[in-house]
């Protein structure tokens, strides 16, 4: 009951005309700017800090204006998934797998409907957990040590194989791809340099997100110019500019799912949104293996990921409010923009300003509801981007991709290490190898590193460390269950013939 | 109308161009947001307009890299005279300096000045039956690797420095304390949280980020590297009260490149300083865990340069450099 007095407190506080306008525009900004490839959520609410206080804007309702484009960027990254197969930010990469066969296939507004309606599904559920349970999960990050997220990370290596739909082999190979990408840069444990040919700007590794839209966005427009060069591009169909309700609900429970999956590795700091969306995307295949069509456009393949990566949005903004533990980059903005405020979180933070917070989750609520709202009639908007002739199209995504990436770092440096990855990507799809467990590999790679590394240190050297925590031990079993799962169907006969992989 | 959507794009990398692009003065950060040079900056920045000591809110770069070596590189080689730059930095990046990560030693920046210090901790959870640093020290003299002790950096970083600077002046051979098992994680937060969990049994790093869990009482503070106690927590007895010579003091400034003129120089100390002295900064630095000191100009830029000396000493000591 104090709750629900605090989240009423929360709701006066948030709802003033001025926040209203301020959350529109909010949300409306951030879907654009996670819409364009490499402008993602941590620059984007980084550009516009500055913009918050030259407004002299009220802390709530900087607070308001700035969360509301951090929900915007989870709702927009999945539009250029969709529509380009160019992932907008990291935890949209799983969203190009059924969402751009689908928009080839000419159901563009379907898969941009049933993605929006599963965004709001994800980030509702998880803002609801953040509600409820806030202090009581934050122990989960507590009990949670360096074996068992490396006994997490086993479980996402273990299951990359399933990602794609082609030669899994091919797909193993692609996520060792991203494991050996992953080990450039400063090893965080010891500080020695490795893999980085004496180059100060290879100490911190290869941004996943330069390699993203590297791998994306540049190899994209190289199969274009040979496309082009070999007599024309095929025009997308665009069916219609305006789903049906029908449509809408199509991603059904599978939007339920991916939700629980991603809120759970949302609230583990440092697993965060790209390893909700992936692990939401596996779990839901495995789920509907017996009559799915994954990879070729099933809805179930882009409600689930896209649920999980939004649920994992709000269930990560649990560590970092109640334990000041930033698990990605975006809460780690989050966090930057609370302590610019003046609010600082940590185990106190809900004793010492209340307002502050409830004020902070009443706005994520009007923020979801504000998207839906926003996103459905945009869909004939962005339904119409496909329309536009190709040579508009691709120097645009040039041009976007090398602003974005340039306002990350402000590195030219990046700059050749992008076009560097868009070579590589090109190669990799002349192979028929799949550049999604590329990024897993590079994303998740560091991390299971770390952890082993750290349980390593504990332990010093003694491998039982892993297999002695209760946790660890669960994950493994899990992980064998998985696998067991998969090829006792795979020793089934088939339902249909999109079940036959390769 | 078909275009709408490309016009915003386009307006929206506009903006964030024009905002990069502003003549306001520039404070870099050398790391992503959210972390200590971050602070230092936004905090610093927001403060200078504030007190209207510069005519437009301070733009806040963020150029992470190499701890630090990448911004120092680069202001180094393309922005050494710019007299509208400062860069964010802290005993950490001298700490690199020291060991020869960064592409230069101190001499090619302008050190400008100094206006706090996060303080240096030994932290344990609050029912280790770890009372004293006389009892730390006691266990780590028996076996070196009977405890875990993790920290935010790597092996030889400051966090580990600090702790071994205190088992030297117990006393401990350097064979002995090498053995010392030392976790990083990916900060103090994750340090002190993985503590509580109970997957290590002793923290070191700066006081600042994990003030909140000392002041909740999941955590005590066996030790505070510093001259004084801090204000904050006046209950908690320093190393140098339990008979161990050692500071850790965490400093947070700012440097600017090596070509700026004395003039341009000088006013920024000279705004900084006007900035230490108003009872906001000092407010501000207790709130968030810092002790307000001040070392501006020519002394600070011959501090930086001693302390610099002095780790890359310790760290031979120690075996960190060869």
Known sequence: MEMVSALAQGFAVAITPTNLILALFGCFAGTLIGALPGLGPVNGVAILIPLAFSLGLEPTSALIMLSCIYYGCMYGGRISSIMLNIPGDEPAIMTTLDGYPMAKAGRASEALAISAVASFVGATFGTIGLTLFAPLLAKAAIYFGPADYFALYVMAFATIGGVTSVNP??????????????????????????????????????????????????????????????????????????????????????????????????????????????????????????????????????????????????????????????????TAVMLALLISLNVQPGPLLFARQPDMVWGLIAALYLANIALLFMNIPMIGLFTRMLSLPQWILMPFVVMVSFLGVYSISHSSFDLFVMVGFGVMGYVLRMLGIALVPVVLGLLLGADMENNLRRALSISTGDFQILVSSPIALTLYAVTAAMLALAFVLSLRPPKNDAAVTD | ??????????????????????????????????????????????????????????????????????????????????????????????????????????????????????????????????????????????????????????????????????????????????????????????AVTQMIGGQVQVVSTDLGEIAGFVESGDVRILAALSDERVPAFPDSPTAKEQGLDVTGYNWRGFYTGGGVSDDAYGAWVDRLQKLYDTDDWKKTAQENGLVPVWRGGAEFDAYVKDQAEKMNAISREIGVVK
């Open chain 1, 169 to 330: 082999f091919k797909t193993l190979l692609a996520a060792f791809l991203g494991l050996m990408i992953a080990t450039v840069g400063l090893d965080p444990a010891t500080g020695t340099a490795r893999y980085t040919l004496g180059s100060f700007h290879l100490y911190d590794g290869f941004d996943p997100i330069v390699a993203i839209v590297g791998l994306f966005a540049i190899s994209e427009v190289l199969v274009y110019l040979e496309r082009v060069h070999e007599g024309g591009a095929r025009m997308v169909p665009l069916g219609r500019a305006m789903p049906r309700l029908k449509d809408m609900m199509a991603g059904g429970w599978a939007n339920l799912r991916g939700s629980v999956v991603g809120f759970i590795c949302g609230i583990l700091p440092g697993a965060g949104a790209s390893l909700g969306a992936f692990m939401s995307y596996i779990f839901e295949k495995r789920w509907s293996a017996r009559d799915g069509r994954f990879g070729s456009g099933d809805p179930r393949g882009i409600a689930a990921p896209e649920a999980g990566n939004n649920a994992a949005s709000g269930g990560a903004l649990i560590p970092m409010l109640t334990l000041g533990i930033p698990g990605s980059g975006t």
């Open chain 2, 1 to 190: 109308m078909r275009n709408l959507s490309k016009l915003l794009g386009a307006a929206v990398v506009w903006t964030s161009l024009s905002f990069a692009g502003a003549t306001a003065a520039e404070c870099i950060a050398p790391a992503d947001p959210g972390g200590g040079w971050d602070f230092t900056c936004r905090t610093i920045g927001k403060m200078l307009f504030d007190q209207k000591l510069v005519d437009a809110p301070i733009q806040v770069t963020n150029m992470p890299g190499g701890v630090g070596a990448v911004a120092y590189a680069k202001v180094m080689s393309s922005r050494a005279d710019d007299a509208d730059l400062i860069v964010a930095t802290s005993t950490v990046g001298v700490t690199q300096i020291a060991q020869g990560k960064y592409p230069a030693d101190t001499s090619v920046m302008r050190w400008l000045a100094m206006l706090g210090s996060d303080v240096g901790v030994i932290l344990v959870p609050k029912d280790s039956e770890l009372k004293s640093l006389d009892d730390l020290i006691g266990v780590l003299k028996k076996d070196p690797s009977a405890l875990a002790v993790a920290g935010s950096t790597a092996a030889g970083g400051w966090d580990h420095i600090r702790l071994l600077m205190l088992a030297q002046a117990a006393g401990m051979s350097g064979d002995a304390y090498k053995q010392i098992r030392w976790v990083q994680f990916d900060g103090g937060g994750p």
